[in-house]
């Protein structure tokens, strides 16, 4: 039977760590403060924006909510955006994604301060990431890399394959377990036999969107699974990119959804938070 890789449990363990960095940053004079910004009414985003609230609440963050209307302009956006980054007392700042369409999420993206994008999604950390110099890293890649730490899962030597190449999750996974001395492959939706390359994996990361795609044929015995996606199906329940119920037999190590990499990506993005106060 395989490991359930429990990311409720480490996401927990984390945010006790950064509870006890916050007090002592506290204890000195120093407050971290996170500015979340919302366009609209999107109803995913908001369970993410409540979720973030939470965490912070608990990590003794201070949280500022910026909830703007759907019609909102990009130049009212980028004006509130500039606003946050001259606040001195403003350490990290989210977008919550997506944007209303009249919104291009690119310069919006652009317009925070590299210092204080705490999602790392601004060109100058991606830049950095790349090259392995120190930057805010994505919150969702950062956190399956520290799922496969803590879960004592070795990731130098294998061979990694990562299904998906966005440039929120795809890519820099595919970068993060470079960096950890893994042997990388990135597929996508040209890649021509998807199977023959994901039963090559020891750790397979996906991250493709679309529900249920990997089934036990796309998986070698033993192979450590990392689920990234999350979507409902005909019942309403949220599942995940695997196909668990077939997977799970099969594998030496699984993420569940929900439950495995979602709450680690609220973990990693205090992280980023504290890391941005300090």
């Known amino acids: 039977m395989a490991i359930l890789i429990d990311g409720k449990a480490i996401a927990a363990q984390i945010k006790e760590e950064l509870k006890e960095q916050v007090a002592a940053m506290k204890a000195d004079g120093k407050n971290v403060c996170l500015a979340v910004v919302q366009v609209g009414e999107d109803p995913a985003s908001s369970v993410y924006v409540r979720n973030k ?6 990590i003794g963050i201070e949280s500022r909510s910026y909830e703007l209307k759907e019609e909102t302009t990009q130049e009212e956006l980028i004006r509130l955006v500039d606003t946050l980054n001259q606040d ?3 350490d990290g700042i989210l977008v919550q994604l997506p944007l209303p ?34 930057g805010f890293v994505p919150c969702t890649p950062a956190g399956v890399i520290e799922l496969l730490k803590r879960s004592g899962i070795s990731i130098e030597g294998k061979e990694c394959v990562v299904v998906g190449r966005s440039n929120n999750v795809g890519k820099p996974m595919g970068i993060l377990l ?3 001395n893994g042997t990388v492959t990135v597929t996508h939706s040209r890649t021509q036999n998807l199977k023959d390359v994901t039963c090559r994996a020891d750790i397979l990361v996906v991250a493709a969107g ?5 089934t036990a044929d796309h998986v070698k015995d033993g192979a450590v699974v990392i689920d990234v996606g999350m979507h409902r199906n005909e019942d309403n329940k949220l599942c995940g990119d695997v196909d668990f119920d077939q997977v799970v037999d099969k594998v030496s ?3 569940p959804v929900p439950g495995g990499v979602g709450p680690m990506t609220v ?12």
């Open 53 to 58: 609230k939470r965490a912070c609440e608990y």
């Open 88 to 90: 001195p007392q403003v």
């Open 101 to 134: 369409g009249q919104i291009d999420e690119d310069a919006v993206i652009r317009a925070i301060s590299p210092k204080k994008d705490v999602d790392g999604f601004h060109p100058m950390n991606v830049g950095k990431m790349f090259v392995g110099e120190e």
């Open 178 to 180: 470079l960096q950890e």
């Open 210 to 214: 679309k529900a249920k795609m990997i």
């Open 253 to 255: 190590a699984i993420t």
């Open 267 to 278: 973990a990693m993005l205090m992280c980023n938070c504290v890391e941005a106060a300090k």
